[in-house]
């Protein structure tokens, strides 16, 4: 059975930094990406990591340049390195896994599982 473990959101201060974790326990999948949710906003994806290649996607300009996603084949585990986040950055923070995304690695519904969500906050 397929779960996507997320960890180590949690209240940070503006500037500061976070490494979210997603581990797999499961098979491995040809995409992970995180996607966040704010109150009263839609989901919206943040970056992404095709496991074979480790080619890096990002969101165009609220987190690139920021954010690093990578991955660790060792351990089956996908990480987001959050840098100089801002409070506009708090969001709960979702891990998703897909088989076949194709270029649309931005869109949630092409994932095949997600985890349960892990919350962050940028205090100012």
Do not use: H
Request: hydrophobic fraction near 35%; charged fraction near 20%; include cysteine.
């Amino acid at each position: 059975q397929v779960q996507l473990v997320e960890s180590g959101g949690g209240l940070v201060q503006a500037g500061g930094s976070l490494r979210l974790s997603c581990a797999d326990s499961g098979r491995t999948f040809s995409t992970y990406a995180w996607f966040r949710q704010a109150p009263g906003k839609e989901r919206e994806f943040v970056a992404a990591i095709i496991w074979s290649t480790d080619s890096r996607y990002y969101a165009d300009s609220s987190v690139k340049g920021r954010f690093t996603i990578s991955r660790d084949k060792a351990v089956n585990t996908v990480y987001l390195q959050m840098n100089s986040v801002k409070p506009e950055d708090t969001a709960v923070y979702y891990c998703a896994a897909g088989f076949n995304t194709g270029l649309f690695y931005t869109t949630p519904r092409r994932y095949d599982y997600w985890g349960q969500g892990t919350q962050v906050t940028v205090s100012s």
